[in-house]
């Protein structure tokens, strides 16, 4: 069982932010700047979400094919998805978006590759994402609004039609609540990411470490336990292909959702 | 002595920070497959909904996991 446990902790170091050219190494990554094991992956897919928008828009055809298709099909969705979030206003938004679902569908499905890991498994990249939204979307809110305009709007109308004794408790009460709910925003929207991406990835170590024992072990027990492994390792597989997907797209769904808030504030 | 009763707590927090968010999603999930299978035209229009639904449940489960992460480092 020793050897498990030894397994398993290196498997698990692996996924540690450490050094990109020492992934296997022992010291985690102490300095501030240096280029870690997922920066290294994130630069990858930065490459190619850029190759591959590139590609795609070399050849502008009114009907597009090969790569240009997909590129169109995956286009067309987020703009579908903004409008319906952001009305006809929000529209000039969606490239924005659209960019950032293609990066993190790309960062996600780098870290399938076997060896690799996603960029957005870390908690500094998710939460880079995520403040450039709120801050965003707060800028859109207070410059369509004016300062006091958009700090009214987190009041619903109902209390703001009251009299001064409902306006100073309620209506600050309220406030204070709303306030606390728009610093939560990016920190859900990050640790979302951040958590799926990075507890996949884990779930298809330790199944892997559970083949490898297994087999290693040469009894009918242990052929067993690696063979139920390796069909959950593929069942998991699957499902972090679609988590990768599904997690692209709620980040994007979400923050086209935030700034259609932030653009119709005052409309409740 | 006090780190393993972090790894303790750690283990406590997410634990105890997911079980309503799983009551909570399953509910949100099932509705919308019931509204989903009533009104198959609406089907866009109900899973656009569902998702923001879950993002806000979720959101109380990632706390726990925050906190789960913070106790244990």
């Known amino acids: 069982m020793d050897q498990f446990g030894d397994k398993l ?18 010291v985690e990554a102490a300095e501030a700047f240096v280029l870690t094991n997922y920066i290294f992956f994130l630069i990858i897919s930065f490459v190619v979400t850029l190759g591959f928008m590139l590609l795609a828009a070399r050849k502008l055809d009114m009907v597009p094919s090969g790569i240009g298709n997909v590129a169109e099909a995956g286009y067309e969705f987020i703009r579908n998805m903004c409008n319906e979030a952001m009305g006809k206003e929000g529209q000039k938004y969606a490239p924005f978006i659209a960019t950032l679902f293609f990066f993190i569908l ?9 060896g690799a890991l996603p960029g957005t498994g870390t908690i500094g990249v998710t939460a880079t994402l995520a403040v450039m939204v709120f801050v965003l979307y707060n800028f859109i809110g207070f410059k369509k609004h004016g300062f006091i305009g958009y700090l009214k709007s987190f009041v619903p109308s109902g209390i703001r039609e009251m009299g001064w004794g409902g306006k100073l408790t309620l209506g600050v009460f309220v406030f204070v609540l709303e306030v606390v709910g ?34 290693a072990q040469l009894s009918a027990g242990g052929f067993a336990i690696a063979g139920l492994s390796t069909v959950m390792l593929l069942i998991m597989y699957a499902f972090k292909l679609f988590v990768g997907f599904i997690q692209a797209y709620v980040f994007a769904l979400l923050t086209s959702v935030y700034i259609g808030g932030a653009l119709h504030a005052d409309e409740h | 002595m006090e780190g393993s ?12 920070a997911a079980i309503g968010p799983g009551l909570g999603i399953g509910i949100v999930g099932g509705k919308a497959v019931e509204a989903m299978a009533r009104q198959p035209e609406m089907a866009g229009k109900v899973q656009t909904t569902m998702f923001i639904a879950i993002a806000f449940t979720e959101a109380l489960a990632l706390l726990g996991f925050v906190l789960a992460l913070i106790l244990s480092a």
């Open chain 1, 9 to 26: 902790a290196s498997k698990l170091h692996h996924y540690s932010v450490l050094p990109w050219n020492d992934v296997y190494g022992s």
């Open chain 2, 5 to 16: 009763l972090n790894v303790l707590g750690a283990g406590l927090a997410y634990g105890l």
């Open chain 1, 182 to 215: 728009h610093f939560l925003r990016p920190l859900t929207l990050a640790v979302r990411l951040f958590a799926n991406m990075f507890a996949g990835g884990m779930i298809l170590g330790i199944f892997g470490i559970f083949v490898v024992i297994g087999v």
């Open chain 1, 106 to 114: 790309f960062s996600n499905l780098i870290g399938l590759i076997p």
